[in-house]
């Protein structure tokens, strides 16, 4: 009986061992949990960080997922880094550049046609581009006309303009306007500026939205004002990257007409960084040398 007795003890844990079991079991839910913590944020980042390699195939898959916009930015991302390398291979994924110029989403169309400006020898790009000009959006048409710059086209001279000046946003129906942003804030593309409320049938309330980034210069309609469609709502200053963008582009294919508005900024009659007003000076210079050398001949 002792010698089974001795046997039983030698094989049976001792009290200490045990809890130091259960501590062992009772702590893997909690390690388990706190590499979830870790883990699970970085796979979700690594899953949507832009600068992730994506292999041919994994961008030709992510341009056709509709469902997943940020899986559409990221292969666009990795696009724009084999164009700028003058990679022959992005060709292949030109078609599906060119039809994104016809998304619904705005910053699909959009980066559409910064894409575009990478190849000026595409035929298809510089006919798609003409056609973006025509946008309904305003940043779209403006992003359309800076990479015709690149294939020397000049019919975006117009837009390239309008990137200069003030741009107004009009009411699209009629109502009692509400939630209005004060005069001198700034506005990011997409910013809720105020609220329209409909006083007869249809939808109740419809928001106006900045389609630009830069700061309210004035406000037409103020809270609790009755408005119609197409009247002016807000003026926004133009920002001043869109200002430096449009100076840049004009040195190259800006004309006389085009000079006292770029002089404006270069005398410093527009408050903006002393970058852009020295953009302004060496577009004035240049469509000067231009206008010069044409009268010489």
């Given at each position: 009986?002792?010698?089974?007795?001795?046997?039983?003890?030698?094989?049976?844990?001792?009290?200490?061992?045990?809890?130091?079991?259960?501590?062992?079991?009772?702590?893997?839910?909690?390690?388990?949990?706190?590499?979830?913590?870790?883990?699970?944020?970085?796979?979700?980042?690594?899953?949507?960080?832009?600068?992730?390699?994506?292999?041919?195939?994994?961008?030709?898959?992510?341009?056709?997922?509709?469902?997943?916009?940020?899986?559409?930015?990221?292969?666009?991302?990795?696009?724009?880094?084999?164009?700028?390398?003058?990679?022959?291979?992005?060709?292949?994924?030109?078609?599906?550049?060119?039809?994104?110029?016809?998304?619904?989403?705005?910053?699909?169309?959009?980066?559409?046609?910064?894409?575009?400006?990478?190849?000026?020898?595409?035929?298809?790009?510089?006919?798609?581009?003409?056609?973006?000009?025509?946008?309904?959006?305003?940043?779209?048409?403006?992003?359309?006309?800076?990479?015709?710059?690149?294939?020397?086209?000049?019919?975006?001279?117009?837009?390239?303009?309008?990137?200069?000046?003030?741009?107004?946003?009009?009411?699209?129906?009629?109502?009692?306007?509400?939630?209005?942003?004060?005069?001198?804030?700034?506005?990011?593309?997409?910013?809720?500026?105020?609220?329209?409320?409909?006083?007869?049938?249809?939808?109740?309330?419809?928001?106006?939205?900045?389609?630009?980034?830069?700061?309210?210069?004035?406000?037409?309609?103020?809270?609790?004002?009755?408005?119609?469609?197409?009247?002016?709502?807000?003026?926004?200053?133009?920002?001043?990257?869109?200002?430096?963008?449009?100076?840049?582009?004009l040195s190259l294919i800006g004309e006389r007409e085009d000079l006292p508005l770029v002089e404006r900024y270069a005398s410093g009659a527009e408050a903006v960084p002393e970058q852009v007003k020295q953009q302004a000076n060496q577009t004035a210079r240049a469509i000067h040398a231009r206008i010069e050398k044409a009268d010489a001949h």
């Amino acid at each position: 009986m002792s010698a089974n007795r001795s046997n039983g003890n030698q094989h049976s844990p001792t009290a200490a061992t045990v809890a130091g079991q259960k501590r062992r079991r009772s702590s893997w839910p909690l390690i388990t949990l706190a590499s979830l913590f870790i883990i699970a944020p970085f796979l979700t980042w690594y899953g949507t960080w832009f600068g992730r390699h994506l292999s041919d195939a994994e961008i030709s898959e992510y341009l056709s997922d509709e469902k997943k916009p940020r899986h559409i930015q990221h292969a666009l991302s990795q696009i724009e880094e084999r164009m700028v390398k003058g990679d022959a291979g992005a060709k292949r994924w030109y078609p599906q550049i060119i039809a994104l110029g016809n998304s619904s989403v705005t910053e699909f169309r959009k980066t559409s046609a910064y894409l575009m400006g990478y190849d000026n020898k595409s035929e298809e790009f510089h006919a798609a581009l003409i056609r973006l000009l025509e946008d309904s959006q305003p940043g779209v048409r403006r992003q359309a006309a800076l990479s015709l710059v690149t294939f020397g086209d000049t019919r975006g001279r117009g837009e390239l303009r309008a990137m200069l000046e003030p741009y107004t946003i009009t009411a699209s129906i009629d109502g009692l306007t509400g939630s209005v942003v004060s005069e001198g804030s700034a506005v990011r593309e997409g910013t809720l500026m105020a609220r329209i409320f409909r006083e007869t049938g249809g939808e109740a309330t419809v928001e106006v939205r900045s389609p630009l980034p830069g700061r309210i210069k004035s406000v037409a309609a103020h809270e609790g004002a009755r408005v119609r469609a197409g009247d002016a709502l807000f003026v926004i200053a133009p920002d001043s990257q869109f200002v430096w963008e449009a100076l840049r582009a004009l040195s190259l294919i800006g004309e006389r007409e085009d000079l006292p508005l770029v002089e404006r900024y270069a005398s410093g009659a527009e408050a903006v960084p002393e970058q852009v007003k020295q953009q302004a000076n060496q577009t004035a210079r240049a469509i000067h040398a231009r206008i010069e050398k044409a009268d010489a001949h």
